[in-house]
């Protein structure tokens, strides 16, 4: 991505009060072994399917187009992007057989449109899950989506074989981001790092930086290509934030100890070609 102000590839610093970094937490980023990586708007480019799939939904409940309702509704939709969509709706919707009702209209809906070819990689996504495997790291993809629509984003992508392994709230007992449980059921499942410091967690929401958080990661960050920007990246507690997932095995080569008491938000700007 070209940007008018870059001028090389190196970092610009800021720091902001964390407190949830103690010097217990501090971590060379050489040792980050396993890298959990969220997949709508962080590798994969959906372009607005999950506002698309929502009216699906909200059809099947009776929420009538243009009403208030349906404005509401839409709005926490919006807000909560990166969230287990089924936890979304039984918010949306409160009793069980509505939520699963909304939930198996939403994914049927986001799984046609799937099918439809409507789905891509975030620019040089793929490539960057190849040189962070090439390095020695593990990835593996998440997803607030349920299983079958996952599977059907990994078979329209062709990327099956591209990491390990995959994971979605149902495999990790049913709970996603915000909570620590796909990360931590990465880091059971895969056992490549020996401490969940050597972990990194990279997503396009503040719920995917808050899931690392609360699992122990060693660095969470915020890619600018799909749902939330630096503030809520920040508020969250990432220790970066990075243009695009691209930008992530230079990151990860990178030599690094976070500082006592404060998160290191490192801004990522990719020069043009790169």
């Not at 001028?7 to 610093?13: I, K, N, P, R, V």
């Not at 997803?143 to 994971?167: E, K, S």
């Not at 790092?193 to 503040?206: E, I, L, M, Y």
């Amino acid at each position: 991505m070209t940007d008018a102000h870059t001028t090389d590839a190196h970092t610009t610093d800021a720091h902001t009060t964390d407190a949830h970094t103690t010097d217990a937490h501090t971590t060379d980023r050489d040792g980050i072994r396993l890298v959990v990586l969220d997949m709508a708007g962080t590798t994969v480019a959906d372009g607005g399917l999950v506002e698309q799939a929502f009216a699906a939904a909200a059809a099947e409940l009776g929420v009538e187009p243009g009403s208030a309702d349906h404005a509401e509704k839409l709005a926490y939709v919006r807000a909560t992007m990166g969230e287990s969509k089924i936890s979304v709706f039984r918010h949306l919707f409160g009793a069980e057989e509505a939520a699963r009702r909304a939930n198996t209209a939403f994914e049927e809906a986001y799984g046609g449109l799937v099918d439809g070819g409507l789905v891509a990689p975030v620019p040089g996504a793929r490539e960057a899950v190849e040189e962070i495997q090439a390095d020695g790291r593990t990835v593996v993809l998440t997803t607030g989506f349920a299983r079958v629509t996952q599977d059907a984003i990994l078979d329209a992508l062709g990327w099956r074989d591209l990491v390990p392994l995959t994971l979605c709230p149902a495999d990790a007992g049913g709970r996603g981001r915000p909570y620590p449980d796909m990360v931590l059921e990465a880091f059971l499942r895969t056992g490549t790092a020996d401490d969940v410091r050597q972990v990194a967690v990279v997503g396009d929401t503040s719920y995917d930086v808050l899931s690392g958080v609360r699992a122990g990661a060693g660095l969470m960050a915020g890619v600018r290509t799909g749902a939330h920007g630096d503030e809520e990246f920040r508020s969250a507690g990432a220790t970066h934030v990075l243009d695009s997932v691209a930008a992530l095995p230079a990151l990860l080569r990178r030599p690094f100890r976070r500082p006592s008491g404060t998160a290191h938000v490192a801004s990522w700007k990719r020069t043009a070609g790169s």
